[in-house]
Nanobody, 118 residues
């Protein structure tokens, strides 16, 4: 059974940095897209960044230039480097993995809290 394990959330002051990690286990993950989403209280879950198998990346306008998504295929792991964090970045961050070999399947991590104090 595929599982995604997130780590790296926490409390940071405005202007600080955090690095989130998401490791996949229990399957093979070629032909896939990793994504990071976030959900603030009372708001919908929104895409923050995504990266495909060819390392093509996509970012929400609000994080461009501050966040960087990357992947390590050998480790089945995705990362989200977050710099210049602001209070409005406070949310629960979820990693997402979509695989396409043998049909489309989608998996979610359990979420990790990121809190940015002003």
């Amino acid at each position: 059974q595929v599982q995604l394990a997130e780590s790296g959330g926490g409390l940071v002051q405005a202007g600080g940095s955090l690095r989130l990690s998401c490791a996949a286990s229990g399957g093979t993950f070629s032909l896939n897209v990793w994504g990071w989403y976030r959900q603030a209280p009372g708001k919908q879950r929104d895409l923050v960044a995504s990266i495909g198998s060819g390392s093509y990346t996509n970012y929400a306008d609000s994080v461009k230039g501050r966040f960087t998504i990357s992947r390590d295929n050998a480790k089945n792991t995705a990362y989200l480097q977050m710099n210049s964090l602001q209070p409005e970045d406070t949310a629960v961050y979820y990693c997402n993995l979509v695989t396409f070999r043998g049909g489309r399947r989608e998996y979610w991590g359990q979420g990790t809290q990121v809190t940015v104090s002003s």
